[in-house]
């Protein structure tokens, strides 16, 4: 099954910032469908971290901020926290497979 | 609170069927699409059906698409996935969620595990 490429993984100390790209193609973000992020700790269900245009969740702090152009997309963690370490997952739709929701292979996100 | 609890993982032998439920409480059910996901440990979630609110629309991944049947309870609050001839590669934690207009999945159930092996 088709999914979108993210980097395997990221680092960085607390304080600092990490981005996390996503790459799709013209059937799905090039296309223009709304990317989201989401945030899995270990064990746990993911979580809806970002949606949309930039938009969070209640509750979601604002260090998380989500960007798109053409066919990536990118998600941000200024300040970075030692709570941030997970692995975090960005999604989009697929016009060109039916009712297809698109999900990337994962980033995992480390605070040294 | 707004939840989904799934229900009715087990281990199965190759070739065997399963019903996955879904519970969903502390919302209008039937005003909203929902999905069904899965995911190997270690490899990022894939989605494998979604209904509409109705019941009367739905879709279906290649992978699972003529073994898996989606379908939904509205006055019981209740989703399903029925799974047929399964095999080996469909050993994952499977997931409900809800999903919004804008495509985004909102509400995540905690997940139940299927692990098909003889």
């Known amino acids: 099954q088709f999914m979108l490429t993210q980097p395997p993984s990221v680092s960085g100390a607390p304080g600092q910032r990490v981005t996390i790209s996503c790459t799709g193609s013209?059937?799905?973000?090039?296309?223009?469908?709304?990317v989201h992020w989401y945030q899995q700790l270990p064990g746990t269900a993911p979580k809806l971290l970002v949606f949309?245009?930039?938009n969070r969740p209640s509750g979601v702090p604002d260090r998380f901020s989500a960007s798109k152009s053409g066919t990536s997309a990118s998600l941000a963690i200024t300040g970075l926290q030692p709570e941030d370490e997970a692995d975090y997952y960005c999604?989009?739709?697929?016009?060109?497979?039916?009712?297809?929701?698109?999900f990337g292979v994962g980033t995992k996100v480390t605070v040294l | 609170e707004v939840q989904l609890v799934e229900s009715g993982g087990a281990l199965v032998q190759p070739g065997g069927s399963l019903r996955l439920s879904c519970a969903a409480s502390?919302?209008?059910?039937?005003?909203?699409?929902m999905v069904w996901i899965r995911q190997v440990p270690g490899q990022g979630p894939m989605w494998l059906s979604r209904?509409?609110?109705?019941?009367?629309?739905?879709n279906y991944a290649d992978s699972v698409r003529g073994r898996f049947t989606i379908s939904r309870d509205n006055a019981k609050n209740a989703l399903y996935l029925q799974m047929n001839s399964l095999r080996a590669d469909d050993t994952a934690v499977y997931y409900c969620?809800?999903?919004?207009?804008?495509?985004?999945?909102?509400?995540w159930g905690k997940g139940t595990t299927v692990t098909v092996s003889s």
């Open positions: 502390g919302y209008p059910f039937i005003n909203y699409w």
């Open positions: 209904i509409n609110s109705d019941g009367s629309g739905k």
């Open positions: 013209s059937s799905n973000i090039g296309a223009g469908y709304d």
């Open positions: 969620a809800r999903a919004s207009t804008r495509r985004y999945l909102d509400v």
């Open positions: 999604q989009s739709y697929d016009g060109s497979l039916s009712g297809s929701y698109v």
């Open positions: 949309g245009d930039n």
